[in-house]
């Protein structure tokens, strides 16, 4: 994949506001199986990273019709039934497509947990803390961003738990 322009983009900047050290990462999007599983497996094997570190932001609705936040690493999959037991929700159904700017102001693909239009209940599968730094979107199609774990966590107030499918 060929690097993709680098500026800057508005989770680069709140984490440099808050003070979080990161690495950005660029990729060129218009490559590899988007819309698919296997797409963040593929930009973490072009960038040379472990995909086990990469994680997705998946948004979801709980039968409260509150909105939460998950993240899962990228070759797996949220098990709906153990996030909704993590957010304490009888059950939780991912957003529809065409609800996710409207909802988190990020396009899919390009969805973070930084800088929503609204900070949402945040929770990360829990082998993020496994690693000194992971990676999640920059807020764009094509921008990552490498830091440690634990004050991402901070920062979003987020939790950990067990939310992928087994």
Do not use: W
Not at 16 to 29: G, L, S, V
Not at 46 to 75: C, H, M, N, W
Not at 105 to 132: N, W
Request: some cysteine; aromatic content about 8%.
């Amino acid at each position: 994949m060929a690097k993709q322009k680098q500026e800057k983009t508005n989770v680069m900047r709140i984490l440099d506001q808050k003070k979080i050290p990161y690495t950005a990462h660029f990729y060129d999007e218009s490559q590899g199986p988007e819309g698919t599983r296997e797409y963040g497996v593929h930009v973490a094997a072009a960038l040379g990273q472990d995909p086990a570190r990469g994680f997705k932001t998946l948004a979801a609705r709980g039968a409260s019709k509150g909105i939460y936040i998950f993240e899962v690493p990228v070759a797996e999959s949220l098990d709906l039934k153990k996030a909704a037991k993590a957010v304490g929700e009888k059950s939780i159904e991912l957003l529809h497509v065409s609800e996710i700017n409207a909802i988190t102001g990020y396009i899919r693909g390009g969805c973070s947990p930084v800088g929503m239009k609204k900070q949402y209940p945040t929770v990360f599968h829990e082998t993020a803390l496994d690693y000194d730094t992971i990676y999640i979107s920059g807020g764009r199609i094509g921008a990552q961003v490498e830091l440690a774990p634990r004050a991402l966590l901070e920062l979003l107030g987020a939790s950990t738990a067990d939310i992928i499918v087994s």
